[in-house]
């Protein structure tokens, strides 16, 4: 039986290019913290960075915003937790503006809808490397909201990230689900479908220029177009009736 549907968000239900990305968000955290206290725009960046791989490689001992700070806390001292108001101010505000290196998605609103009539419920597995305040925004650009996922992975609860195993291990172990109680769309053969592989949860991958293919990556996982993910969900309800 089909109990929960795991997306990926960026470039999977929002489409995303990535470097522009990336620009808006540091220029726009920048003019933000230059005057309080953030002046040099590369410490910054690094900051930010060294913080970033500590999450990814983070071993479950700490959450994964602690394993961000305690990189940040390296370069700012515990300047950066007092600030945090800050940032989280940011998040709500000019974050937004990061929209600009995204596209529209006709089919994330209808999918999720449609998992709703189901009483499927809604997993939103992005890489918990980032603020809950700063995922609602990113969502609200494809008209996603809080409320329409049973459970929003982000950096405060989380203890691991992709393309660790134990990251999707956690979510099975907190919602008593089996892997193939599963399925999982992402964009990312490695940091998704190898990651999700490892423990039997089914990746499909959404076609088109937002795909990511790493060298890592050693299976190949179906791709489907982003207008046919709903018509495979139901193939995968009605292949799992008698499971």
Do not use: W
Request: charged share 30%; proline share 3%.
């Amino acid at each position: 039986m089909l109990k929960a549907v795991f997306f990926d968000l960026d470039g999977t239900l929002l489409p995303l290019h990535e470097k522009e990305f990336i620009k808006l968000y540091f220029d726009g955290l920048y003019s933000v913290l230059k005057d309080k206290g953030y002046e040099n725009k590369d410490i910054l960046f690094k900051g930010i960075m060294e913080g970033t791989k500590a999450m990814y490689l983070n071993d479950g001992s700490k959450t994964n915003r602690e394993a961000f700070y305690d990189e940040f806390i390296k370069l700012y001292g515990n300047k950066c937790l007092e600030d945090e108001p800050l940032f989280t101010k940011f998040y709500l505000n000019e974050f937004k503006y990061t929209k600009k290196a995204c596209e529209e998605n006709e089919y994330a609103r209808k999918i999720i809808d449609f998992l709703h009539e189901e009483k499927i419920d809604a997993y939103l597995t992005t890489n918990p490397i980032f603020p809950k305040v700063a995922t609602l925004t990113r969502m609200s650009f494809v008209n996603l909201k809080e409320e329409d996922f049973k459970y929003i992975t982000t950096y405060e609860e989380c203890r691991f990230s992709k393309p660790n195993p134990m990251y999707f291990q956690a979510i099975l172990d907190k919602f008593n689900l089996k892997s193939d109680e599963v399925i999982l769309i992402g964009n990312n053969d490695y940091e998704d479908g190898e990651c999700a592989l490892k423990l039997g949860i089914k990746t499909y991958l959404i076609k088109g220029p937002f795909l990511i293919h790493n060298e890592k990556s050693t299976h190949q996982f179906e791709q489907i177009e982003m207008s046919g993910v709903i018509d495979t969900i139901k193939k995968e309800i009605e292949n799992r009736k008698d499971n």
